[in-house]
């Protein structure tokens, strides 16, 4: 099973909601990852959580939030966004530890693609 | 700044014609992944190239990865209309799991 699954699909937001993103995989894999993709541009990070500790967050404006509740859940808590933000937010797992170079291989899910108004 | 440079950025042929996407650095890089993504969907990942010099073939794409792990190339033979979409190509280098991602190739294969 290489499947990393995303809720929801769509959601539309006011400015002033708050909302969530959810992000599950049961790969058994250490590492998940956030990304936000604008149309035909490649994703860009935005956090990192390895071994369910946060290890890199690429200067998010605070209105993203992440958490990894367990190995195998990632949400990411939206609140006062910008029309901006509208994108599709990505989430990837990647097996990490250790192993040949292939555990650097990231598995994405299908995204959830944001509308805020 | 860590560069990976994707060419060509936009590709329209006919259905039946052969392709072939480069992503290029002067980096090296521990693995190389290729992607494909369709519109409102994430990247599905096609293949990961670990060796230089290494070759992959996957059905009509062939990937390859330059001997000294700094460049790789996918090929498509017979280019069919389901192989539209955007191929990604990301490199890793062992920094925490961070992917540098070149700026994508969008391919349209008309019937």
């Known amino acids: 099973d290489t499947e990393v699954t995303q809720t929801p699909k769509h959601l539309v937001m006011g400015m002033t909601n708050k909302k969530s993103l959810k992000c599950e995989q049961h790969?058994?894999?250490?590492?998940m990852y956030w990304y936000k993709q604008k149309a035909k541009k490649p994703p860009e990070l935005m956090f990192v959580?390895?071994?369910?500790?946060?290890?890199i967050n690429e200067s998010v404006p605070s209105r993203f939030s992440p958490e990894c509740p367990n190995s195998s859940l990632l949400n990411l808590h939206l609140h006062a966004l910008q029309p901006e933000d509208s994108a599709l937010y990505l989430c990837?797992?990647?097996?990490?530890?250790?192993?040949?170079?292939?555990?650097?291989?990231?598995?994405f899910g299908p995204g959830t693609r944001l509308l805020v108004l | 700044t860590q560069l990976l440079e994707q060419s060509p950025q936009f590709l329209s042929i006919q259905e039946g014609e052969n392709l072939t996407v480069y992503c290029n650095s002067s980096?090296?890089?521990?693995?190389l992944q290729w992607y494909r993504q369709e519109p409102g969907e994430g990247p599905v990942l096609l293949v990961t190239?670990?060796?230089?010099?290494e070759v992959k073939k996957l059905k009509r794409l062939t990937f390859q990865f330059g001997d000294a792990r700094k460049d790789s190339s996918l090929h498509i033979t017979a280019a069919q209309p389901g192989d539209t979409g955007l191929y990604l190509c990301?490199?890793?280098?062992?920094?925490?799991?961070?992917?540098?991602f070149g700026q994508g190739t969008e391919l349209s294969v008309k019937p």
């Open positions: 990837a797992s990647s097996p990490m530890g250790s192993g040949g170079m292939e555990r650097e291989t990231q598995y």
């Open positions: 790969m058994g894999h250490r590492a």
């Open positions: 959580y390895s071994y369910e500790k946060l290890s």
């Open positions: 980096s090296v890089f521990s693995s």
């Open positions: 190239v670990v060796t230089g010099g």
């Open positions: 990301a490199g890793a280098r062992n920094q925490g799991g961070k992917l540098i």
